[in-house]
């Protein structure tokens, strides 16, 4: 039984709203859990210096950040090793999802805000920016959706909250997927498994994700439905 | 690229001002709505989401510990930052603090401080020692004018429902809390902005783009006034101020009453 | 009873990722092919025709188009010529040497895109300078909307507002004389219902509500 009483396969509450913010050119706010994330998309847009544009293709730009009441421990308002290297991973998963060359020579910022928080964090603010992005009229060939997925307390669990992460026999796997041709594009594990827990996290992991997508789905189009 | 359309607003700004109207034709002196969701962040140990019109702020309060300032052995301390988000606005993006956060934070930070709500005494541990040193952490998600007032509802209501963390063995105990952050007076600050001759209670984006000077006036709840700050390379009449002040005490109530 | 009239969404929505059909059609505009089937690019709405499929935009920056016809601002001038904001990623330019009188900055004007480059950059010509007024910017992709079929809906407004009314396909659009604010507030509802039916019959009651109660 775990913590909260959920199912090994079941997500926690999750809600994502889009259109939120009136000056970016897409957003999207979720709470997934506890957690709390804003996610604002400027772009394509002129990359300065010029010198640091891909004449080629479209620079994504992510940045990922955590506000300092946002975790147990105050955190420093400075960005740390771990803010940067998850800017670095989700910008690359998302670079696979959007048509880049459509948009040669400029930037699209992504810019994730973390105000509360409980495990997690990255998937479901990934999840929010692909959101961001679709809103912002940007050609993608697939939304990403991603999920946690792990072991804890000898199950295999889906969306993983802080007491789970903190088992002792804790697995934590953040993975992203492009939800129609399920290919792997964020993929990052803490934890030692061998192969055919490796097997069985994907299975679980891709089911996660396509049941974010559904999410992700019924958001965006619920924007329009929204009574004006 | 975004600078033209402010100077080709501005125009349209003054054209309404002359007929005394707003754009978004609110009079002079009235507040655009606002809205406070308390206790937003659970991780925080008080928090606030503000929207003012559709400026939106996050603040949040997270108590550590330090070492009293010599000058105040007995009592605690109070830092405050803001960070304007790159969600909030095109031109604004990821990076230290710079100096447009900078006086945000440092003039919300002096109407909470010099209103004297915060009862720092009880903030200490041992006397010269160990103290409760609060963090107030504000963040900007959108901007449509007016930083300094929302910041500083956001500010006031997240002290509000701050709780005070268990201390055992000079360390904080997480997850425990002996009680509620000695808080009053409800400091506000309450934000005038001048166009030519204009005085603007409430800048929305526009006004804010093009104004000449801006003055921010603290009140607290019991009408007094215990802050001031000015801003912009324009300038304020002492009569201008007096009245600025008048309708800062008045119009500080209705804000204060959502809190 | 008077109620508001049915809004219901007219077309489907679709997300960028989302199959379409595995039938073989034209691709026409925001769709790709996969494996056979034809996919949504874009967050828009799903445009089905016997042959064709496309998907009509909801959100997005405008990419100028050769032939387009678009109104702009004159943000800067340099020795050569002037810079112009026409509402995309980049600024376009304006030569001197194609002027016959020198443009200020802050001038409204309208033009053609003459030829646009990999990287959407776009040039200008039949440049004319639209004098007075004042300019709105509505999201780009709804211009096709706020123009209407054989300007159906854009006429209506100007029919009025009694406003002078000049539509960029860049999203900014200019307004002279009449009533500007009745001008903006009636495009502004077209543009956040541009996907829902009975637009034109709620922007008519509307307009003439609006204008009744003037006199």
Known sequence: MRVDGRKNDELRKIKFEVGVLSRADGSCYVEWGQNKIIAAVYGPRELLPKHLANPYRATVRYTYRMATFSVPDRKSPKPGR??????????????????????????????????????????????????????????????????????????????????????????????????????????????????????????????????????????????????? | MEDIYWILQADKVYRFLQNNKRLDGRKFDEYRKAVIVRDFSKNADGSAYVKLGKTEVIAGVKLDLGQPYPDTPDEGGLSTGAELLPTASPEWEAGPPDPQSIELARVVDRCIRESKGIDMKSLCIREGELCYVIYLDFYVTNYDGNLFDACSLAGTAALMNTKVPKVENDKIVKGEYIGKLKFTKKPLLTTFVKLKNYILLDPSLEEDKILDARLHVATTEDGKICAFQKGGSGSFTPKEIESCVELALKKSKELRSLL | ?????????????????????????????NVFLREGKIISSRLGLLQEAADKISVIPLEGKYLPKENDFIVGIITSEKYYGYTVDINSIYEST?????????????????????????????????????????????????????????????NLIRKYTKSFIIVGRNGLIWMNGGNIALAIEAIRIVESEAHLTNLTDRITKFLEKETKVKK
């Open chain 3, 94 to 154: 304006i030569y001197k040497r194609d002027l016959q009188k020198p443009l200020k900055i802050g001038t409204f004007i309208s033009a053609k895109v003459s030829r646009v480059n990999e990287l959407h950059e776009a040039e200008l010509s039949n440049v004319k300078v639209l004098y007075g007024g004042e300019i709105l910017k509505v999201s780009p992709v709804k211009i096709p909307r706020i123009i209407g079929k054989n300007n159906s809906m854009i």
């Open chain 1, 82 to 228: 771990r803010e940067i290297e998850i800017s670095k991973v989700s910008a690359e998963a998302l670079e696979k999802a959007i048509f880049l060359e459509k948009y040669p020579n400029t930037a699209i910022d992504v810019s994730v805000q973390i105000f509360d928080s409980n495990a997690s964090t990255r998937v479901a603010a990934l999840s929010a920016a692909a959101c961001a992005l679709a809103d912002a009229g940007i050609a993608m060939r697939d939304l990403v959706s991603a999920v946690s997925v792990g072991r804890a307390n000898g199950e295999y669990v889906l969306d993983l909250r802080k007491e789970e992460e903190d088992a002792p026999d804790a697995v934590d796997l953040a993975m992203a997927i492009l939800p129609n041709t399920e290919e792997v594009v964020l993929f990052q594990m803490d934890g030692i498994i061998t192969k055919e827990e490796c097997s069985r996290l994907l299975k679980l992991g891709l089911k996660g994700c396509k049941m974010v997508y559904e999410l992700q789905k019924k958001a965006l189009k619920e924007k329009y439905m929204r009574e004006v």
């Open chain 3, 1 to 29: 009873m008077s109620e508001k009239k049915e809004r219901k969404v007219s077309r489907k929505i679709v997300i960028p990722g989302e199959v379409l059909t595995a039938e073989r059609k034209k691709l026409g505009a």
